[in-house]
């Protein structure tokens, strides 16, 4: 099976996505997903201009020296950039694997696991009470797994809350301003949990994401501050590039972390994995080297009894998701999959196999993994520059966003 033809489709259906397809010389096809929010064309150039000519002609069924000539070939290793480039070329020759063995992906990564994967699905608002109505709302939908973010008093557009229906990161235009006061958001995180508990019990997993806006001991207050809640989990407490400070934090409390969801390297995790410092992992498929990278920081993972928890906003296009519902459902310590439902428009670009059920998702039993791209539908919808937003403090410092 000989790679004929590599390409690489950027589209802005309702939001960016960069998608690669190879072509085999036996007609099949496989996709990848390639988006980097806010970074698009970099990954789309680092494809096409440097990955793609050096595709051409290899054996499509060598996806493990194929990852590493992508990898140790190109001299300069690791990066958000590379990976998410090296991740679609991964996740491509998986999907052409499993569909010139006519099977299913999972079944290629060792068959079933589970019987689904259970999902999160973000509820917000602008105060505690519209909070609790989106969680609410999630419940009916039948979500077993529930992330809070709410408006903070004092604090204009705080992270995870927009007017719409569903949470969008990315803002047409230049990067819009947004402002963080540390003070503001301490007092009053643990006031919207205590009032969802309050209000809906110990039922459903609740779970925030603080976004890397805290200090070690900040995080480490608000952890101790949150343990009456019991959260399934505290996400991105502090930047996790200093991985020392998860030490401090553990220190102090028992409330489970999440941290991952920009990393892009097993060596971004390793620290955090081995020293118990973390409870679950969220790199993705798309951002950390496609589904043969991501299987060996799972393997690593599971020694320590770390599982996994993967980034899956709408910025990770659906062609991740499939990917990531096969990897989910075959790895032995799958923890969780983040699930923001795209919007109609970019479901109706990529039909998939994978299903929604009362808090869980199935990949389906496509060969491969069960995406597509419809690309006639794609060019009506041409890439449409945006950004993530910046924070800043009150005194205008810039801050993490
Ligand atoms: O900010 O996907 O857990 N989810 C998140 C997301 C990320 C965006 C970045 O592109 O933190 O909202
Ligand atoms: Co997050």
Partial sequence: MKIRAARVIVCCPARNFVTLKIETDEGLTGLGDATLNGRELAVASYLKDHVVPCLVGRDAHQIEDIWQ????????????????????????????????????????????????????????????????????????????????????????????????????????????????????????????????????????????????????????????????????????????????AFRLIRRHTVTPLAVGEVFNSIHDARDLIESQLIDYIRMSVTHAGGISHLRKVAALAELYQVRTGCHGATDLSPVCMGAALHFGISVSN????????????????????????????????????????DEELAAKYPYDPAYLPVARLEDGTLWSW
């Fill in 69 to 244: 000539y992508l990898y140790k070939g190109a001299y300069w290793r690791r990066g958000p950039v590379t990976m998410a480039a090296i991740g679609a070329v991964d996740t491509a020759l998986w999907d052409l694997k499993a569909k010139s063995a006519g099977l299913p992906l999972y079944q290629l990564l060792g068959g079933k696991s589970r019987a689904a994967c259970m999902v999160y699905g973000h509820a917000q608002g602008r105060d505690v009470e519209e909070t609790c109505d989106a969680v609410s709302d999630h419940i009916e939908q039948g979500y077993r797994a529930i992330r809070a973010q709410s408006g903070i008093p004092g604090i204009e557009k705080a992270y995870g809350i927009a007017g719409a229906k569903f949470y969008e990161p990315a803002e047409k235009g230049l990067p819009g301003e947004t402002v963080w006061s540390t003070e503001r958001y301490l007092d009053f995180a643990p006031k919207l949990f205590e009032r969802l508990r309050q209000k809906f019990g110990f039922e459903h997993h609740l779970l925030h994401d603080v976004h890397h806006r805290l200090t070690p001991i900040e995080a480490a207050r608000l952890g101790k501050a949150l343990e009456p809640c019991r959260l399934f989990w505290m996400e991105d407490p502090t930047p996790a590039e200093n991985q020392d």
């Fill in 334 to 373: 799958f923890g969780i999959q983040e699930h923001m439902p795209h919007a109609p428009l970019t479901d109706e670009v990529f039909p998939h196999a994978y299903t929604f059920k009362r808090g869980f998702m199935h990949p389906g039993e496509a060969p491969g993994h069960g995406v597509e791209i």
